[in-house]
């Protein structure tokens, strides 16, 4: 069984920050890439930002220069700064992982519940 749990959403104002993070557990024999995805209402989930088990990262070009993913592989968690915050930033942000656990072969990807982040105008 694996969990992912995201946590430091919240209220903040336009052009301030948050920082989200992402904790997984469970019988894991190893991580691969993991991202950031969101979820506004009435839309289709997005991704954020994704990092490759090489630390390669990708970001949509609505966050570009504001958010920063990074992991923390001796943790198991996922990490996304964000900075310079817009109303339009406001959704349920998601964390996925490509987990292999123990006793298989193949990696699968696993969600979390989400986190609420409301930017205020």
């Known amino acids: 069984q694996v969990q992912l749990v995201e946590s430091g959403g919240g209220l903040v104002q336009a052009g301030g920050s948050l920082r989200l993070s992402c904790a997984a557990s469970?019988?894991?024999?190893?991580?691969?890439?993991m991202g950031w995805y969101r979820q506004a209402p009435g839309k289709q989930r997005e991704l954020v930002a994704t990092?490759?088990?090489?630390?390669?990262?990708n970001y949509a070009d609505s966050v570009k220069g504001r958010f920063t993913i990074s992991r923390d592989n001796a943790k198991m968690t996922v990490n996304l700064q964000m900075n310079s915050l817009k109303p339009g930033d406001t959704a349920v942000y998601y964390c996925?992982?490509?987990?292999?656990?123990?006793?298989?072969?193949?990696?699968?990807?696993?969600w979390g519940q989400g986190t609420q982040v409301t930017v205020s105008s």
């Open positions: 990092i490759t088990g090489d630390g390669s990262t």
């Open positions: 469970g019988s894991i024999l190893s991580i691969n890439d």
């Open positions: 996925a992982a490509m987990v292999r656990i123990v006793q298989q072969w193949d990696f699968y990807n696993y």
